[in-house]
């Protein structure tokens, strides 16, 4: 069994259904990607996984357990972590600050996962004092990341991670998010940047219309002549 299996998804936000029998999956330590086009439902199938969007079919389970009807503060006591898109730092917040409060669920000492994210991403130790809103689009992705890593969780979730990023810092960006994935954590990742993230990731969803089009590892789907052509621009 996966760590992560969200089958069958189905789904839209009071209208008509966004998510049609969707269906993702996630391993410990593996990186999975969700692309398509724009308007295929990606953020959306990860919204549903996070428990954002309500489920007319379909269900979610974490690490063997039903958490379909769990909110999602109680995802991420569960292990969840997710990094939305846009405002996810707290810009007037100090970098230190951000980190600290992605460990409001924990009553531990989290000293050790505040080094740890300081060694992930040294740039944040320099700037620990500085506020999380003059930073860079990179850094601010990076605080945002630290602050959810801070939940220790066993799933995380990031969606477009590398909008609005140089094409340097998104390489350093997935750098980071291999070096996550290698400590055992399951990554799952929406990213516009399809053929990149194929790349990095262990398995692949192809989304059309909120329907799977294509689930395959990275390395195959890289090599399919279909995504190729319709996906990954030939």
């Known amino acids: 069994m996966k760590y992560l ?3 069958n998804m189905t789904g839209g936000y009071g209208g008509a259904d966004i998510l049609h029998s969707c269906t993702i999956t996630v391993e410990e330590g593996e990186i999975a990607v969700i692309v398509g086009p724009n308007g295929a439902g990606k953020s959306t199938a990860m919204k549903a996984v996070f428990g954002m969007l309500p489920l007319r ?69 320099e700037k620990r004092n500085q506020p999380a809103g003059e930073l860079s689009g990179g850094q601010r992705q990076q605080v945002a990341v630290g602050r959810a890593l801070m939940t220790r969780p066993k799933l995380l979730m990031l969606d477009e991670p590398t909008a609005g990023v140089s094409p340097i810092v998104m390489d ?11 400590t055992g954590i399951a990554i799952l990742m929406v990213e516009q940047n399809a053929r990149q993230a194929l790349n990095i990731a262990d398995h692949g969803f192809v989304l059309v219309q909120g329907q799977n089009r294509f689930t395959d590892t990275g390395a195959a789907l890289m090599a399919d002549p279909d995504v190729r052509k319709s996906f990954l621009g030939g």
């Open 5 to 7: 299996t969200a089958e």
């Open 57 to 125: 079919e379909g269900r979610v389970t974490l690490g063997g357990e039903d958490i379909t009807h769990l909110t999602p503060q109680d995802r991420v006591r569960a292990g969840m972590g997710f990094v939305p898109q846009t405002n996810n730092v707290f810009a007037s917040m100090t970098v230190q600050e951000n980190l600290e409060m992605g460990a409001y669920i924990r009553e531990d000492d989290f000293a050790d996962t505040m080094a740890q994210v300081f060694d992930l991403f040294p740039i944040l130790k």
């Open 172 to 182: 350093e960006l997935f750098d980071r998010i291999l070096e996550v994935a290698a």
